[in-house]
Each structure stands twice: as structure tokens, then as C-alpha cells.
């Protein structure tokens, strides 16, 4: 068992060691601690891109596989325990043997990243990822070189970290447990300047027993708001609106926005979609603020945008500015990405898996396809494993018009019992009049595909995996599909 007395960050750290140094979040810390200056050595197994094509980039080694060696002969001044790893886990076991100082990942970027500087931290439910990307990028053009540790490449800085020499420090703020040894979610290691809340709804249910457990966990992060501190909170969740009452909360460090225009609080207006772009107005309490212009679709991202807006402006950026960068913001990767054509066939990634992201997603790029609204899911994180959206999931893919449901890759994760069912799913999906079927993986669903998809649609892969290099086999098969064709033709 790891004593406590270890837990910290002692004095002269040259070389630190990270235990599941892909995940995205301890790769962003990784590139962020080699910037510094320090020694960085990693391992991890189960590795895909883009963390694996990240790291290799900035010439970080990972180690395949975890041995106890490398703790225990190597004797790294500090070891960051990412959330994956058990306490099973040979290096863990070998890092409570050997007494050498640890720490979880929200304390290292507390200590490394965020230091005297003031913090701006998104959380919730849905909408992290981007919102944080474009609040760094705002910042960015507007000339206050933030740093920021983000769970996603964003695609104009080609990072997920960056240390900066400004003022702010952007946090995506997430909920899900620290390590084995804390238990607390990430986010209650963080001390928000300013702070959104994109909306609360039930998730990770291999930790949280219920909605309650997750509202309790965001309310103990609302309560980390200094006094001179501001939310930005979503106006439409329910769940959010309960946690901002049951915080106790002063309204005047509480700004809301939401679909609804009104008095108060930041809306939308006047909206116009020419694919690829997407233009909209945003009002200010009722008032003209700006006309947005973008390319990340749906209104899921013009709220992300509201709350971006709501602290640029707090932060003293102008309107103008705001809308310059809102406009050149190239997105996330795996956020409705498009990985490539061909064929005349559109595939795009995103890392939608909850019910509600799926039928946003969908939404969202309704009005973006030439053709038909293919979408292709895998349930593989560990909530879309399990039956409790089971029901929730059939009404989620209204907006595709075919529907490929790969079975869970994993099932023995999960009990029988409490195991999600996408053959369930796909009669579910029948029953409602969607065109649907199952597949047992995703070989199978590149060969129906190769033979199904059409010039002019677009396939939206949906997984938070590397779903078996499904999108590059994809677009061979199209590819392959194509040149086979005019070779018919020009015969």
C-alpha cells in the first residue's frame, strides 16, 4: 500500500516517471514536463493514435508494458500515477515497495503547470474538450499566451498542453476519479479564477451510483470558487441549475447562458448554416454582443461558444477579437473531425459515446451531409458498456439515416447482468424505423460499408477507442472501391 507520507512533490525533481503516460491528459502532462526541462520516461500498453503520434513527435519513449524494474532500478525522483492504473498494477506495486514521492495528475499540474497563475476551468457533462480548446485559443489571439492542459490535440496549437508566460492557465476540469489512491474527482484539485459549467448529466457509472453522486461531485467543485471568481453556467440543465442553488452560490459571481434569450444571460440568434460554415448572433443580456462565424457545427458548439464568450468578456476582451478567433478556431481532433474522402464518401471521426453527444453529434451535422447520415458506433467506454442507457441510446440516432451498431469489444468488463446489449439496440432501432444493424467488429462493418456507403455520403464514426484503425480502412475500401469502378468504365 502506497503511505501517504509519499504523496507530494519533493524539492529537486530532475526525472519523472509516468505510469499510463497515453492517456491523453498524462501525454499532455508529459510534453508539458519535458518542456520544462525534466527527464520524462513513461509506459503503457494499448497504445493508438493520436497520443501514441503525439508523444513520438516530442521524442517522448513509452515503455511497452509495466515492470517493476523501472521503478525500482531506475529510482525516478517523482512518479505520476495516472488514473488508469490499478493498484495492482507491477509499477504501483513496486512504487509502494521502493518509498519514492508520488503524486496524482491534478496535483502535478497544480504544482508544474498552474503555480501562482489564475486558473480557468471548464467541466461538465458534455463539451469539455472543445469549450477549453477555444477559450485557449481565444486567449491565444488575444494576445495573453495562456497555458492549458486539454483532453484533446487541438489542431491550431497541434497540442493538448502548453505551459505559455500569461496570466491564465486553461484546466478542462474533469470529473472522473484522480487516481486509486484518491478517490475525489480531478477537478476538486483545481481552484478556478473562472469557471463553466457546460451542463450536468449522469456519467461514468462504473463510479458514480447515480445522478446524485455526480451532482454532489460538481457541487464540490462550484464550491472551490474564490471570492473573486465567476461561473458561467448553463441555463438549460436542470442538474446544473439544482447544484448552483444547493452551492449557495452569490448570483453576482453567476453569469448563465442558454438557448433561450431573455433579460439576463448570454443567447443565440439568427442563425444560418452554409455548409461548412455556420453563422449566428450572440446576445448579451437581451443586447447585440457579436456575429459569430465557425466551422465547428451544431448548437451544442454555439453554446460551448456563449461560454467562452461569457469569460472572454469578463477577462476584458473585446467582442471583436472574440469573433476573429471564434471564426479561425479549427477544432479538436476527434471532435467532428474530418479524417478524409474518398470514393466520394466523407468519413469523420468524433469521440461522442454518451446518448445525449450521439444525438447532438447527429444533429449537428444534419445539415452538412450531401448524402445520406451514416453513423457508426462503438459502445466502448465504460458507461456505454453498461445497460444504464441502454433505452436512452434507441432514441439517440434519429439523425442518421443507417446506423452501424458494433457489439461491446469487451465484454467480459462487465457483468452479465449490468452489460449493455447492441443487439438490444439494433432491435430497438429497427422498431423505431431506423435502417440499423450489428456487427462484431469492425472488419465486418469496413466490408458491408465498402459495398453500402454512396458517393456524396458521410460516415461519422462514433468511439473513444481506436475502434481497429476503423477510419483509415474505411477510406481504402473506398478508395479501392473507386479506382475499381473507372477501371470498369474506362475499359
Not at 494576445?143 to 491564465?168: E, H, Q, T
Request: aromatic share 8%.
Amino acid at each position: 500500500m502506497l503511505d501517504v507520507k509519499n504523496n507530494r512533490i519533493p524539492e529537486g525533481v530532475r526525472h519523472i516517471h509516468l505510469i499510463a503516460i497515453c492517456g491523453t491528459a498524462m501525454g499532455a502532462l508529459a510534453a508539458l514536463l519535458q518542456e520544462r526541462g525534466f527527464r520524462v520516461t513513461g509506459s503503457d500498453q494499448n497504445v493508438y493514435p493520436p497520443m501514441s503520434t503525439f508523444l513520438a513527435r516530442k521524442g517522448i519513449g513509452v515503455a511497452s508494458g509495466f515492470r517493476p524494474e523501472r521503478i525500482l532500478e531506475d529510482r525516478p525522483d517523482l512518479v505520476v500515477v495516472g488514473n488508469a492504473v490499478r493498484r495492482d498494477n507491477p509499477e504501483a506495486q513496486a512504487l509502494a515497495e521502493s518509498g519514492i514521492a508520488f503524486c496524482s495528475l491534478p496535483q502535478a499540474l497544480n504544482h508544474f503547470l498552474v503555480g501562482k497563475r489564475r486558473a480557468i476551468v471548464i467541466a461538465g457533462t458534455h463539451g469539455k474538450t472543445t469549450t477549453s480548446s477555444l477559450m485557449a485559443w481565444v486567449l491565444e489571439k488575444a494576445g495573453l499566451s495562456p497555458g492549458f492542459m486539454i483532453g484533446g490535440i487541438v489542431k491550431d496549437f497541434d497540442a493538448n498542453c502548453r505551459i505559455g508566460d500569461g496570466p491564465y492557465v486553461v484546466l478542462e476540469g474533469d470529473e472522473y476519479d484522480t487516481a486509486f489512491f484518491d478517490k475525489g474527482s480531478k477537478f476538486l484539485h483545481f481552484s478556478p479564477f473562472r469557471a463553466i459549467l457546460t451542463g450536468v448529466e449522469f456519467d461514468h457509472a462504473d463510479i458514480f451510483a447515480d445522478l446524485g453522486a455526480v451532482e454532489r461531485a460538481f457541487g464540490g467543485f462550484l464550491r472551490r470558487l474564490p471570492e473573486d471568481g465567476l461561473l458561467v453556467s448553463c441555463a438549460d440543465s436542470p442538474s446544473a441549475e439544482k447544484i448552483l442553488k444547493e452551492a449557495g452560490l452569490d448570483e453576482k459571481k453567476v453569469q448563465r447562458f442558454g438557448r433561450e434569450g431573455g433579460a439576463e444571460g448570454w443567447s443565440v440568434g439568427e442563425v444560418s448554416i452554409e455548409s461548412p460554415v455556420e453563422r449566428f448572433s450572440v446576445f448579451r443580456d437581451g443586447a447585440f454582443f457579436a456575429r459569430m462565424e465557425t466551422r465547428i457545427p451544431g448548437e451544442h458548439n454555439r453554446m460551448n461558444i456563449l461560454s467562452v464568450c461569457a469569460v472572454a468578456h469578463s477577462l476584458g476582451i473585446s467582442s471583436e477579437k472574440i469573433a476573429e478567433a471564434v471564426a479561425g478556431f479549427s477544432g479538436v481532433k476527434r471532435r467532428q473531425e474530418r479524417v478524409g474522402e474518398a470514393g466520394g464518401v466523407v468519413v469523420m471521426d468524433d469521440f461522442a459515446h454518451h446518448p445525449t453527444a450521439v444525438k447532438e453529434t447527429l444533429k449537428a451535422l444534419r445539415p452538412h451531409a450531401g448524402g445520406r447520415l451514416i453513423a457508426v458506433f462503438e459502445p466502448r467506454t465504460n458507461t456505454s458498456m453498461r445497460r444504464v442507457f441502454q433505452r436512452a441510446y434507441a432514441e439517440s440516432f434519429d439523425g442518421a439515416d443507417l446506423i452501424c451498431v458494433r457489439k461491446i469489444p469487451h465484454p467480459e468488463k462487465v457483468a452479465e447482468g449490468e452489460r449493455f446489449s447492441s443487439e438490444e439496440l439494433g432491435q430497438d432501432l429497427l422498431r423505431r424505423g431506423c435502417a440499423a444493424r450489428v456487427f462484431d467488429d469492425a472488419g465486418a462493418i469496413v466490408a458491408f460499408l465498402s459495398e453500402t456507403a454512396l458517393p456524396g455520403d458521410l460516415v461519422l464514426v462514433m468511439s473513444n477507442g481506436g475502434f481497429e484503425n476503423i477510419h483509415t480502412r474505411l477510406l481504402e475500401a473506398f478508395e479501392s472501391r473507386g479506382q475499381a469502378l473507372s477501371g470498369i468504365f474506362n475499359a
